[in-house]
């Protein structure tokens, strides 16, 4: 029983890991949809930010560097999406996708002209990334049964862009339900003719909410390779943008929601490395490449509109004619 308690724990561990850069980006998408803007370019700019953080530190050695760096990158893309989908009335959608394709394309490119590597980025040094952050008591704590692990592996023991992603979530809540600027964000997704009859600009009110998001999918493309990982490595942000849009709209654009729908997909990744091999009853082995597939699977599920039904900002994806 200890036994399978530990495993679980690890297994909570990993979870938040792994969701991190999923809550980044959710909360990212929260704010761009909620100003009834698409954001399919989630997944774009967080390649992007996982890309520029590893060059900067690899060339610089500063973590912060790279992730300052990340997240003007990051923005570029967001002001990118804006000019094509606010300023010229574009197709969203498309919009977004071309943004993906181009950060897809151009890491790879601007990759193999700095570094020679194929794409890749040197392997970063200790002090080029964001180290985990041990609180104090840890050790003494130790000898607590249970709680002991608890400190160490889920209070303890992350950096520090973890421990900012679950600041993310209550912020965004507060931004968007307990300021001005949230009640004005809501309302340009619902109605942008009545917030532009108040003498409230629905284009810089959209421009900001993606520039916001950018920031935040910056955040979260640093964590992918100076912080969870030591370099950047080819489209390693592997499809995690499109699952934070799913968490998004399972979480039906609500930051609490989408926040425990980040960490549902989390869980699964995590369970995959946990259950490989592993014989359960009743079941018997757990196929790893099922596991693998089912975040994916439920995404699929989820945009499609099997599991609820979803209830998007009223003038989402509509493109604002004054």
Known sequence: MADFIYQLLLTFDATLRIATPLIFCAMAGIFAERS???????EGKLLSGAFVAAAVAALTGS?????????????????????????????QVISGVAINILASGLTVVIGITLFRRGGQTPTLPREARFKPVEWVGVDTLDAVPILGVIYRQLISGHNVLVYLTLLAVPLTAFIIYRTRFGLRLRAVGEVPEAVDSAGVSVTWL?????????????????????????????????????????????????????????????????????????????IGEVPTQLMLALPYVLTVLLLAGFIGRPSPPAAIGQPYHK
């Open 63 to 91: 973590a912060w560097l790279g992730l300052g760096c990340a997240i003007l990158a990051s923005v570029a893309m967001s002001l990118i999406h804006g000019f094509a989908c606010i300023t010229h009335k574009g197709n």
């Open 206 to 282: 959209r421009y900001r909410a993606l520039m916001i998001g950018g920031v935040l999918c910056g955040i979260g493309g640093a964590y992918l390779s100076v912080a969870q990982g030591g370099n950047f490595v080819r489209d390693m942000s592997a499809g995690k943008g499109y699952i934070a849009l799913a968490a998004v709209i399972f979480g039906n654009w609500k930051p609490l929601a989408a926040f425990l729908a980040c960490l549902m997909f989390g869980f699964l990744e995590a369970a995959t490395s946990r259950l490989q091999g592993v014989d359960l009853p009743l």
């Open 36 to 42: 009834g803007v698409i954001d399919i370019s989630l």
